[in-house]
């Protein structure tokens, strides 16, 4: 008997978080193995860096990686995530999200986006487990991408882990490397989101980022809405467990959470 997962939603920062062991973010994201009970037969992450007007599947067998960024250390950009793709399941994803009236096409040429390899490298260094990228489309809302989780809760059943990659705070206008207060409309922010996380409010995470702080904390959506697929993907009656809090540089939030049924 396969044990079910839970799914897990991480901020993944920028893309040098990679290279920086102080961090708090990075040192949880080399744990992500330890915060599910069994090692995943593939995973599938939902991506804020890969943004569609209609679902999409990455199915590539072997996806590239895509150093999606300019401006950073070289070091960066030498960095690979060799991990294969899984067709068979991206076929799977694209048959629940069609059979829940959300018509999904499969891409044969997207590889893994900053948002899919920075965590998994970390959480999963050797590689080795197929990896599915799942596009956000943040013109479709909130309830949108609840329902494309929910199509998606029977992989949990199935051994597949299901990963939502963002950010529980992101606005780069407002960020200021090495602000150690955060902004107050961040912070009330953070505490309404992890407070319906661990409830499992539905309605409030559904609205959470068309409030006033919602939307100086996500003044676009994209790196919200992996949270809400993930907060799907387990399923009806599901609440969720802080992993890590926390906000840098005025602006940006460490949230980390797993979803698990009640």
């Known amino acids: 008997m396969t044990l079910r997962l839970p ?3 991480v901020s993944h920062g920028a893309p040098t978080l990679i290279l920086e062991p102080d961090n708090p ?3 949880l994201l080399t744990t992500l193995a330890d915060a599910v009970p069994a090692r995943p ?3 599938v992450v939902a991506t804020a860096h890969w943004t569609t007007q209609a679902p999409r599947v ?3 067998e072997k996806p590239s990686v895509i150093h999606d960024f300019y401006g950073f250390p070289e070091e960066l950009f ?5 991990a294969p793709g899984d067709a068979r399941l991206a076929v799977r994803v694209k048959t629940l999200l069609d059979a829940a009236g959300l018509a999904a096409d499969l891409d044969l040429g997207q ?3 900053h948002g899919v390899w920075v965590p998994l490298r970390l959480g999963w260094p050797a590689a080795d487990i197929p990896v599915v990228p799942l596009a956000v489309q943040p013109a479709l809302g909130a309830a949108h991408h609840i329902a494309l989780g929910r199509a998606l809760a029977p992989l949990a059943d199935e051994g597949v882990l299901i990963l939502g990659s963002g950010g529980a705070v992101h606005n780069l206008r407002a960020w200021r490397p090495g602000r150690t207060e955060p902004e107050v409309w961040a912070k009330r922010f953070d505490d309404m989101l992890t407070a319906a996380v661990e409830s ?3 309605a409030t995470l559904s609205a959470l980022a068309q409030t006033a702080e919602g939307r100086q904390s996500h003044p676009t959506d994209e790196h919200y809405l992996p949270l809400l697929v993930a907060f799907g993907a387990a399923g009806r009656g599901a609440t969720g467990q802080t992993l890590l809090r926390g906000l840098i540089d005025g602006s940006l939030g460490l949230g980390c959470y797993r979803f698990v049924q009640r």
């Open 41 to 43: 037969k593939a995973i």
């Open 25 to 27: 973010a990075h040192r």
């Open 58 to 60: 990455g199915a590539a």
């Open 111 to 113: 590889g893994l986006d």
């Open 78 to 82: 030498q960095l690979d995530y060799p």
């Open 7 to 9: 799914t897990l939603f």
């Open 200 to 202: 499992g409010d539905e």
